[in-house]
């Protein structure tokens, strides 16, 4: 029914930056907050930013001045600008959105992407 789509992981080294792109399509009535979670070796999924579709965002203290979320409402996409990486931020990084969909418009899912790998090199 709705499918999350990222771009722009890589390798990068220790200072660089890297632009995540998720784009939303299928069956969307609407979308709430959109976000991006990450996921290292070893360790559980944490939350590193999200946005309402207000516009009005969170961060994880981690990534506070140097990550920078941001939405495209009309083109129900979501961006994660990160610079400044540090080797810690190596990770799968996933897009999450809370949508209504046609078919279910009172009530809210949480959709997920299949996750782009970040390696940043020290």
């Known amino acids: 029914q709705v499918q999350l789509v990222e771009s722009g992981g890589g390798l990068v080294q220790a200072g660089g930056s890297l632009r995540l792109s998720c784009a939303a399509s299928?069956?969307?009535?609407?979308?709430?907050?959109m976000g991006w979670y990450r996921q290292a070796p070893g360790k559980q999924r944490e939350l590193v930013a999200d946005?309402?579709?207000?516009?009005?965002?969170n961060y994880a203290d981690s990534v506070k001045g140097r990550f920078t979320i941001s939405r495209d409402n009309a083109k129900n996409t979501v961006y994660l600008q990160m610079n400044s990486l540090k080797p810690d931020d190596t990770a799968v990084y996933y897009c999450?959105?809370?949508?209504?969909?046609?078919?279910?418009?009172?009530?809210?899912?949480?959709?997920w992407g299949q996750g782009t790998q970040v390696t940043v090199s020290s």
């Open positions: 946005i309402t579709r207000g516009g009005s965002t």
């Open positions: 999450n959105a809370e949508v209504r969909t046609l078919v279910a418009r009172f009530a809210i899912a949480d959709y």
């Open positions: 299928g069956s969307i009535f609407s979308i709430n907050a």
